[in-house]
């Protein structure tokens, strides 16, 4: 077992959280992430090798699905699952494993943060944030949108929860962007 | 007298009293009034002097086209000018100044411009400072700019957070007159996704001003009960203070949403305004028309305004703009305001209707066939000349005239997309064309549909269309649907100072100038008068400046034509623009794995596209950053140094056919690479140019991990991502960002192997020989941890570059520093990175600086012949190969102390000095401690061969010449025996 201690992308050694009116937004250390690509004339076997992760079929366009490893779609044939950190830290490879040759699998955890939004008017928050229509998501959709001209993932785990997903070295702006909007708006 | 002019009535709240001050004087007002309706209760008709005669001004109109009453609103660093005083909601404490006067409003010195009038006309400026050119600018246009103008910048930083939002809606409903409301009551109704916005605090249009009946009861209780059910409908979204201020592609329309600016302060963390992108499928335009006035003599007294706007400061604010009122009118309308006005108790001098058959009036006194031919009156309207039908004049005394030319439907949104409206001959008024933005209709009074049961009918058709709703029509409420003709009556017959764009002071005789002098166009006649152009955008003027050039040049209305309407609709604070992003959240920054360390050791930083990157990290007592950036390179040499370099693009390439692609897009070979190996690699753009450059290190078979430059990053994976997709779709090829991920660190110098030797486990060796030179591979550090290790160099020396998961970059900087104590390591910045990589040199950024080949930079054998890639056969171009060519060189100075400069162009050691005698350029330049002088790298023509011999490096623009000496680019350790150690 190696001695690094982690850093989270906010730079602390606990998740930030803030909370404002009824809206919390919460830094997400705790999740592992992997890209699968389907390669070449794959695209089948791969969406199909994808299920043996997830133990759900692979998402369609704009849909995430699967637990405890879920997966969400970011193009054709293309998706990012996530699962817990605590115990698929080696999630790349968990992934490999499953897909074997028909997808190209890379490991994604550290290229992103998350922030988890949740509350009773997280939608205020985000109409502040992002061009989705977010009022019109439900739970199990996942969509890329812009956020303070980064580009970032939205998935909504419920009406009142969503994940957003940017750039790791962008979090400082990209939560400055969350809770400056949330101040505006609650 | 406090109020003096407040009349009985109205929708203002008279239990609470506001306190507000206007030019340094207090006044009382009640919530529900504008600045301007308070003014006027107070009987302040003076708001404000013109642009350029500095001619005594009040309000002329109710609303947002309002030209007259600008006002500075606050003060200190949210000073605001040109603000509207007819749209500026009371709050207690509001400040206000009037603008564009010295030293006070009633007395203003440069009102003396108004006795030049004559020499002041359109076309003055430009006539009249024409010699010598060279004064326009330093001297003329100061000058005019400080005597003519509107009102002042506090130049100071605005404190308010602005922010931007999107929104998405079935229907859109711009503006919540009758027609807007009844659409949407009826699209509310019908279950369909609606935004209602309108730029008043008050929804209701027209239906707030008015005192005739909807159904039984007053017109504004109507509107305050339709509010009401919308506002119980969860699928309408009502957007009050809100201007939908431009139309622009796929059905999205920007709109401003003033959040606080009726608030005496923002709640801590409120944005003042909010920039709407509103994501419309269908829109039903309901903006309403505007009142036009008539052009006469001396029209632009204070208390001279539009008679709707006399209406409406009686029906809903209770104010009056004095105790004595005219009408002047050439329609029907303008009998409203005076029988309302009446009834509120204010005399009526009489109505003045030009039209011979014009109803008359038993209350007040009706002049047929009369028209206004002038007014007096120094600060404020006194008396009004009336040329009667039978020839005679009389005077009125009156305190205000309401002007009544007819209504022009507000066709500005159905035009923002370059859409023509037309003549509608029974309004003489233009409608909004054919060609409307798609999925936009109109409705209402905007349609020409201008009685009030006409606008309540209309909206409900619209929203049905727009929705595809099927089923009879809503019940709608009973309402006047008197019909409405207007015959055009634009301006009195001899008047020459006849106001048409007050905000400009464009009289009707500058428009006869503009015609005179050719200009007779409506786009030459709006530049040369600047008719139109001030920030109302000419809504009370331009109509009546294109009917009178339309006489004028023998034409109709429509044959002239109309200018064109952009957004935005009213003027926009550019902090509203601009949204969060200003100061340092302009743009994302990006932070480095290493950066709170770096923050902890005082780095320096410097901004490379958005990363912040250390540049140095000065130690105490250093004074001078090359202080620190010669000790960084020194340590660097002689031990180790270890720097942030995870900014370098990082791309995931896998795939049967990644080694293939790799080879399609470097001009060098990449298919033999060998599994474990790292390679430099050129990328050439289509036309031979070199694009960037970087390492591709080969994981496996089928992966490998291409390295960029920082600043191209982005670009590269795109063009990577395009030739995938678009030039070789058959290849099985899948690219992912790594950049993000992998914390990455470089770790050089003699003893950067020993540093390493004690974190990397040890079942990896790392020696010479178990990891030789360009080696790279998984490996795990600290214990278990997975990492990446490439044995590759920038600075020419011994290297490696270790890349960790990015949340253990600061744990893995940490942990280097401390365990390369014993060897004296050294964090190093880009700066130091720079040196060295001169030192060696190495090509960058100024060296791949888009015009460059990669023969220029000496690696022309590098471009295979043995494959095709991107670049390579035109990389083979005559131009590009000239014998001639320019080759990367170093450059030394003669004399130790001279300084290299970039940018510098190379001359020979004799003879002219001129472009045509250019023989190359610096393109970077530093001082290197290793050599203890400067030195620089440069192209310079068939630089191959002219090693050791003596030029001039000079800088005509730094009056610079010295004299060097041309040397190889490989300034420390040519060989390479120090990175293959």
Redesign the interface.
């Known amino acids: ?9 906010l ?1 602390g050694s606990e998740p930030r959280i803030d909370t ?1 009116g009824t809206v919390t937004c919460s830094e997400v ?1 705790g999740v592992a992430l992997a ?1 699968v ?1 389907a ?3 794959q695209e089948k076997k791969a969406a199909k090798a994808l299920t043996k992760l997830t133990g759900s079929p692979a998402p369609g366009v704009g849909r995430f699905d699967g637990a405890p490893v879920a997966a969400f779609w970011t193009g054709p044939d ?1 998706w990012i699952a996530e699962a817990p950190f605590e115990s698929h830290e080696d999630l790349a490879e968990q992934a490999k494993a499953a897909l074997g040759d028909t ?10 943060t998350r922030f988890d939004l949740g509350g009773a008017q997280v939608l205020a928050v985000l ?2 944030l ?4 977010t ?2 998501m439900t739970y199990g959709d996942a969509a890329r949108t812009s956020i ?3 580009g970032c993932f939205v998935l909504c785990r419920s009406p009142e929860a969503y994940s957003l997903y940017g ?8 939560h ?2 969350i809770v ?2 949330m ?2 708006a609650l | 007298m406090t109020q003096g002019n407040r009349l009985s009535g109205g929708q203002i709240d008279r239990n609470t009293t506001l306190n507000f001050r206007f030019d340094n004087r207090s006044y009382t007002a009640h919530p529900g009034d504008t600045l301007a309706s308070a003014l006027l209760a107070n009987n302040v008709r003076l708001i404000g002097r013109s642009f350029k005669y500095h001619r005594p001004r009040g309000v002329l109109t109710a609303g947002s086209e309002e030209p007259n009453g600008i006002v500075e609103l606050r003060s200190g660093n949210r000073q605001e000018p040109n603000t509207r005083a007819t749209t500026i909601e009371m709050f207690d404490g509001l400040e206000a100044r009037s603008q564009n006067r010295w030293p006070s409003l009633k007395f203003d010195a440069l009102a003396i411009n108004d006795r030049f009038s004559n020499f002041l006309s359109a076309g003055f400026y430009y006539k009249t400072f024409m010699w010598p050119a060279a004064f326009w600018e330093k001297l003329y246009e100061p000058m005019i700019r400080r005597a003519a103008g509107l009102g002042s910048l506090s130049m100071q930083e605005d404190p308010d957070e602005y922010d931007k939002g999107f929104r998405h809606c079935d229907l859109l409903i711009i503006g919540a007159g009758p027609a807007g409301l009844m659409a949407a009551l009826t699209a509310g109704r019908a279950g369909a996704d609606v935004i209602l916005a309108d730029e008043d605090f008050a929804l209701g249009g027209r239906l707030n001003s008015e005192s005739f009946a909807l159904n039984d009861g007053a017109a504004s209780d109507w509107a305050a009960q339709a509010v009401a059910e919308l506002s119980s409908l969860p699928n309408v979204r009502l957007m009050p203070r809100t201007t939908v201020i431009g139309a622009f592609d796929h059905g999205i329309y920007g709109a401003v949403e003033r959040i606080g600016d009726h608030l005496a302060s923002l709640p801590a963390g409120k944005s003042r305004q909010i920039l709407w992108r509103i994501y419309a499928k269908r829109t039903l335009l309901c903006a309403g028309a505007t009142e036009r006035p008539i052009a006469f003599e001396n029209n632009d007294r204070p208390g001279i305004m539009l008679a709707s706007a006399l209406r409406t400061y009686a029906n809903r604010f209770a104010a009056t703009a004095a105790q004595r009122v005219a009408i002047f009118t050439n329609n029907d309308d303008g009998h409203r305001t005076a029988a309302d006005l009446h009834a509120k108790g204010v005399k009526i001098a009489a109505v003045i209707d030009v039209r011979a058959d014009a109803p008359i009036n038993h209350d007040y006194e009706v002049l047929r066939g009369a028209q206004v031919t002038d007014t007096k009156g120094r600060l404020g309207l006194n008396f009004v000349e009336v040329a009667l039908a039978d020839g005679s004049t009389r005077t009125l005394e009156c305190g205000a005239l309401g002007v009544s030319g007819g209504w022009n439907p507000n066709v500005h949104l159905t035009c923002h997309q370059r859409g023509r409206p037309v003549w509608n001959d029974d309004l003489a008024a233009f409608v909004p064309g054919a060609d409307l933005p798609p999925g936009l209709s109109v409705a209402g009074a905007a349609n020409g549909s201008l009685s009030t049961y006409g606008a309540l009918r209309s909206g409900a058709k619209g929203a049905m269309k727009a929705l595809d709703l099927t089923g009879s029509l809503p019940d709608l409420p009973a309402a006047e649907d008197a019909p409405v003709f207007q015959t055009p009556f634009w301006y009195v017959q001899g008047c020459s100072r006849a106001w048409l764009d007050q905000q400009n002071d464009v009289t009707v005789k500058d428009v006869k100038l503009s015609h005179q002098e050719g200009f007779r166009s409506v786009e030459h006649l709006k530049r040369y008068t600047t008719l139109g152009m001030a920030t109302d955008q000419g809504k009370t003027s331009n109509m009546g400046g294109l009917a009178i050039m339309a006489e004028l040049a023998g034409k109709s209305i429509p044959e002239t034509g109309t200018t064109i309407f952009r957004p935005p609709y009213t003027p926009v604070p550019i902090g509203t623009f601009a949204g969060r992003m200003k100061g340092q959240e302009f743009h994302p920054t990006r932070l480095t794995p290493s950066h709170y360390w770096a923050k902890e050791r005082g780095a320096v930083f410097v901004e490379v596209g958005n990363w912040l990157r250390a540049q140095w990290f000065p130690l105490p007592g250093e004074t001078h950053w090359r202080e620190s950036v010669d000790r960084e390179v020194r340590q660097t040499r002689a031990s180790v140094g270890v720097c942030d370099c995870t900014t370098l693009g990082k791309i995931d390439v896998q795939g049967s056919d990644a080694a293939a692609f790799l080879n399609r897009i470097y001009c060098n070979g990449f298919a033999k690479l060998a599994v474990g190996k790292t390679r430099y690699g050129l990328m050439l753009r289509e036309d031979g140019i070199a694009m960037d450059d970087g390492t591709a290190a080969r994981l496996a078979e089928d992966h490998f991990v291409v390295t960029t430059t920082t600043a191209n990053a982005v670009k590269v994976y795109q063009h990577m991502e395009f030739a995938r997709q678009c030039l070789f779709p058959d290849m099985d090829v899948q690219l992912i960002s790594t950049t993000e991920a992998w914390a990455q660190y470089a770790v050089a110098g003699p003893n950067s192997r020993k540093l390493l030797q004690k974190i990397v486990d040890p079942e990896f060796d790392i020696s010479n020989e178990g990891f030789p030179f360009m080696g790279c591979g998984n490996i795990t550090v600290c214990g278990g941890l997975r990492a990446r290790l490439f044995r590759i160099s920038f600075s020419g020396e011994l290297a490696f570059e270790i890349a960790v998961p990015s949340r253990y970059g600061d744990a893995l900087m940490r942990r280097l520093m401390a365990e390369g104590k014993e060897f004296d390591v050294v964090p190093y910045g880009t700066e130091a990175l720079g040196v060295m990589r001169i030192e060696k040199g190495h090509a960058a950024g100024n060296e791949l600086n888009g015009t460059t080949t990669a023969l220029n930079l000496g690696m022309g054998r590098m471009v295979s012949k043995k494959k095709d890639s991107i670049g390579s056969t035109l990389s083979e171009r005559e131009g590009l190969n000239e014998p001639d060519a320019l080759k990367i060189v170093g450059i030394k100075p003669v004399s130790q102390s001279d300084k290299i400069t970039a940018g510098g162009h190379l001359m020979d050691a004799s003879g002219p000095v001129d472009a045509a005698h250019d023989q190359g350029y610096v393109t970077s330049a530093a001082f290197s401690p290793s050599l203890d002088s400067h030195i620089g790298l440069g192209f310079l023509k068939n630089g191959g061969a002219r090693m050791g011999e003596t030029m001039r490096l000079v800088s005509p623009l730094t009056d610079l010449t010295i004299e060097v000496e041309i040397v190889s680019a490989h300034f420390v350790d040519p060989e390479g025996e120090r990175l293959r150690a």
Do not use: F, N, Y
């Open positions: 077992m190696h001695d690094l201690v982690a850093i989270t992308a730079g404002v250390p890209s690509a390669r070449l004339d293309q997808a190209s699998v890379s490991e994604q955890t550290d290229a992103w109409e502040l992002c061009p989705l229509d009022r019109k303070h001209h980064l750039p790791r070295s962008s979090a400082g702006s990209l400055h962007a400056t909007a101040r505006s």
